[in-house]
C-alpha cells in the first residue's frame, strides 16, 4: 500500500539552529500537509501545499517556518531558527484532492526536540 | 473558530464490549467528519471518512455516524479487541472548504484481554 515517508524519525537540536524535516508523499497526490503534535497535545495544522504554493497556513506557521517543493518527490518544511517550544512531532500528510474530499495519509513522523 | 472535543478522554473495557467514542464540534458547516487511529508514538491512520451528506460510514467493526445539526459524531467499535487499544481522533475541516484539519484531543481506548 502506499505510503507517505518522512525522515529523519528523530532528531536532536541545538536552540537556534536551523532544521529541515523530509517527507516524500504518496506520487500520485497533489495535496500535502504539515502538522505538529507537542507531547500530550492535540494534532494541529501548520500548512498546506498545493500546485507549488501554500494554500493554507494556520498562525503557528509564522516567519521561521517555509515549505518547498524542490523536485517531483519530495516536501520538505524548514525551521529557520529552532526554538524550545518547538520540539514536538511533525507530520506530513498528503490526499489526491483537497480534504473537504478525500482521505488525508499521514506519515509516522519526525520527532523534534531542540535543546 | 472551529473547535472539536472528544469524549471520555480515556477508556477501558474488557475485551468483547461493544463500545461508543463521542466527537462534537462547534460550527456545523463541515464538508466531512474523519476518524483517525493513533498508536503511541506513531502516525495517523485514517480510519473512516463520512461526507456531509452521509449520516453513517462502516468499515469493519467500526461504524461512524455523523449530525451535522447537533455538530455530532459517534464511532461505534463492535466486539472489541486488545489490538483496537490507540488513541482514536476525530477531525473537521476549519472552515467549510478548508483545507486544515481541526482535531479532537482524542479518546484513548484500552482493551484487556
Known amino acids: 500500500e502506499p505510503e507517505v515517508t518522512q525522515t529523519p524519525s528523530h532528531q536532536v537540536t541545538q536552540m537556534g539552529q536551523e532544521v529541515i524535516l523530509r517527507c516524500v508523499p504518496i506520487?500520485?497526490?497533489?495535496?500535502f500537509y504539515w502538522y505538529r503534535q507537542i507531547l500530550g497535545q492535540k494534532v494541529e495544522f501548520l500548512v498546506s501545499?498545493?500546485?507549488?504554493?501554500?494554500?493554507?497556513k494556520s498562525e503557528i506557521f509564522d516567519d521561521q517556518f517555509s515549505v518547498e517543493r524542490p523536485d517531483g518527490s519530495n516536501f520538505t518544511l524548514k525551521i529557520r531558527s529552532t526554538k524550545l517550544e518547538d520540539s514536538a512531532m511533525y507530520f506530513c500528510?498528503?490526499?489526491?484532492?483537497?480534504?473537504?474530499?478525500?482521505?488525508?495519509?499521514f506519515g509516522e513522523g519526525s520527532w523534534l526536540t531542540v535543546v | 473558530k472551529q473547535e472539536v472535543t472528544q469524549i471520555p478522554a480515556a477508556l477501558s473495557v474488557p475485551e468483547g464490549e461493544n463500545l461508543v467514542l463521542n466527537c462534537s464540534f462547534t460550527d456545523s458547516a463541515i464538508y466531512n467528519l474523519q476518524w483517525f487511529r493513533q498508536d503511541p508514538g506513531k502516525g495517523l491512520t485514517s480510519l473512516l471518512l463520512?461526507?456531509?451528506?452521509?449520516r453513517e460510514q462502516t468499515s469493519g467493526r467500526l461504524n461512524a455516524s455523523l449530525d451535522k445539526s447537533s455538530g455530532r459524531s459517534t464511532l461505534y467499535i463492535a466486539a472489541s479487541q486488545p489490538g483496537d487499544s490507540a488513541t482514536y481522533l476525530c477531525?473537521?475541516?476549519?472552515?467549510?472548504?478548508?483545507?486544515?484539519?481541526?482535531f479532537g484531543k482524542g479518546t484513548t481506548l484500552s482493551v484487556s484481554s
Open positions: 477531525a473537521v475541516p476549519s472552515y467549510q472548504a478548508g483545507t486544515a484539519l481541526i
Open positions: 463520512i461526507q456531509s451528506s452521509q
Open positions: 500528510a498528503s490526499s489526491a484532492t483537497a480534504t473537504s474530499g478525500n482521505t488525508i495519509y
Open positions: 501545499f498545493y500546485n507549488n504554493e501554500i494554500s493554507e
Open positions: 506520487s500520485n497526490h497533489l495535496y
